[in-house]
């Protein structure tokens, strides 16, 4: 196991919190949930966005973590997760604009997108 850094440890959250939100709790309410909605799928429609696109975001989502994670023994995975999971918060981000969602909605997004920009900057 590699030594602990920040690095390390920001692969690891980022990583077990996208597989937290993803694959444990999408079905869950939460006050971070875009518009109205009480689940990803429902926030995604709040953001008036197409079925397909739940389906592809959370593929990406999902591969990000997995990326994330296995990057601690395949450091050529890290780069690319990281980079896509920036794109993807940033995507975030613009949705809760568009809904005109409280700035404290916006906060998971907003970290995540900081931790992940941290983690490149980093490993550049």
């Known amino acids: ?51 397909w696109f739940f389906f592809l975001v959370g593929g990406l ?17 890290l780069m690319p997760a990281a980079s896509v999971l920036v794109l993807l918060m940033l995507g975030a981000l613009a949705m809760h604009v568009k809904v005109n969602d409280p700035p404290i909605k916006s906060l998971p997004a907003a970290l995540m997108l900081a931790m992940s920009g941290t983690l490149l900057s980093l490993t550049l």
């Open 61 to 77: 989502k999902i591969g990000c973590a997995v990326g994330l994670i296995a990057g601690i023994w395949l450091p050529e995975l």
């Open 1 to 51: 196991m590699p030594d602990l850094n920040l690095p390390l440890l920001l692969q690891v959250v980022l990583g077990l919190g996208l597989l937290n939100v993803w694959l444990l709790r999408a079905g869950s309410a939460t006050g971070y949930r875009g518009g109205d909605s009480t689940s990803l799928r429902q926030e995604f429609t709040a953001y008036g966005l197409p079925t």
